[in-house]
């Protein structure tokens, strides 16, 4: 088996650490531009091995034909916001990367999952859908196990419990018209309600948009790294079956919801050939307004 990481920067890397450490597959291919890059942090992968036991072989290079074999390639490629930027303005910018690392893919991994983290997410992934012609079963977006992540996390702290008492998700778009969904939410099982003010759900809901630009602004240089990391990997657990049930990813939708022809962040079940079905939930009107605002800035922001 083979997993493939155009990008091997911030985001690649950490991903490809944590696949290598879940012995995720017989080969981690790295592929970055960045002359040396990739190569040189899979040897530094591979160095680790006589320590952690781990079996995967990494290898890193420039040439995009590495993917050829991927069942999985997660695309990390392109520019990552600096301060005071918002994830819209890298759609220039990352346009091309997109469309220059799908030509690659159409044609040398045409079997292969998809798996497109470069922002503006939800814009990129169409970008991904139309360059390569893919199925949409075979071309999701993460950013759904990020937000959610965030958001359940914010939500442990302010109610002083451990994420894993937490059950959250947010769908709609990676930016400003995220819907953390409140109404589903449950602290022990229970509604927030019994355990937050309405300013205090509020606080983590705006924790969990803004989360991203919070570690942007702190670093200065690049954006944050270890939770998206996990986040892809979680995608790829629900590939290989490793985790089941839905999990918010940013699929092409077909009528679900009530929308059509844009990619959205929805809660989906997942198997080895990407998509099986996007899972409707009974929102609130309110969500359930906020998919449809979000579904209509991200068409309105996509290149005719
Ligand atoms: P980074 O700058 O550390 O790494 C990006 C890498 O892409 C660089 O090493 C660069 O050389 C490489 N690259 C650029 N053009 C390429 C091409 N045509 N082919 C191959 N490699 C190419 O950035 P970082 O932090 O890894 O972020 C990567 C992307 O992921 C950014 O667009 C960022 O905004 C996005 N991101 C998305 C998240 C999400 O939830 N979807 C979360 C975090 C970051």
Do not use: W
Not at 23 to 47: C, F, K, S, V, Y
């Amino acid at each position: 088996s083979k997993i493939a990481l155009v990008g091997a920067g911030g985001v690649g890397g950490a991903v490809a650490h944590l696949a290598a450490m879940a012995d995720m597959a017989d080969e981690i291919a790295l592929i970055d531009i960045a002359p040396g890059l990739a190569a040189a942090t899979a040897l530094d992968l591979n160095h680790a091995s006589g320590i952690t036991g781990v079996r995967a072989r990494c290898t890193g290079g420039e040439d995009l034909s590495r993917v050829a074999g991927a069942e999985v390639i997660v695309v990390t490629a392109g520019r990552a916001r600096a301060p005071g930027m918002t994830r819209a303005d890298l759609i220039g910018v990352n346009t091309r990367v997109i469309q220059s690392a799908a030509e690659v893919i159409r044609t040398a991994a045409p079997q292969a999952v998809v798996i497109v983290v470069t922002n503006p997410l939800d814009e990129m992934t169409v970008e991904m859908l139309r360059a390569t012609g893919f199925a949409r079963e075979q071309v999701l977006g993460m950013a759904g196990t990020l937000d959610s992540s965030r958001f359940r996390n914010a939500l442990a702290h302010a109610a002083g419990v451990f994420p894993a008492d937490v059950q959250a998700i947010t769908l709609g778009s990676h930016g400003e018209e995220m819907a953390p969904i409140t109404s589903l939410a449950r602290i022990k099982g229970r509604r927030l309600e019994r355990f937050l003010t309405r300013d205090q759900i509020a606080g983590c809901v705006s924790d969990a948009v803004t989360g991203g630009g919070q570690v942007v602004a702190l670093k200065k240089r690049g954006s944050a790294t270890i939770a998206p990391a996990h986040a892809s990997i979680e995608v790829m657990d629900h590939l290989r079956g490793a985790r089941v049930g839905a999990v918010p990813v940013s699929v092409m939708l077909d009528g679900e919801y009530g929308i059509h022809g844009v990619v959205l962040g929805v809660p989906a079940h997942l198997g080895a050939g990407g998509l099986i079905e996007v899972e409707e939930l009974r929102l609130s009107d309110e969500e359930r307004a906020a998919l449809h605002r979000a579904a209509e800035a991200i068409r309105g922001r996509l290149a005719p």
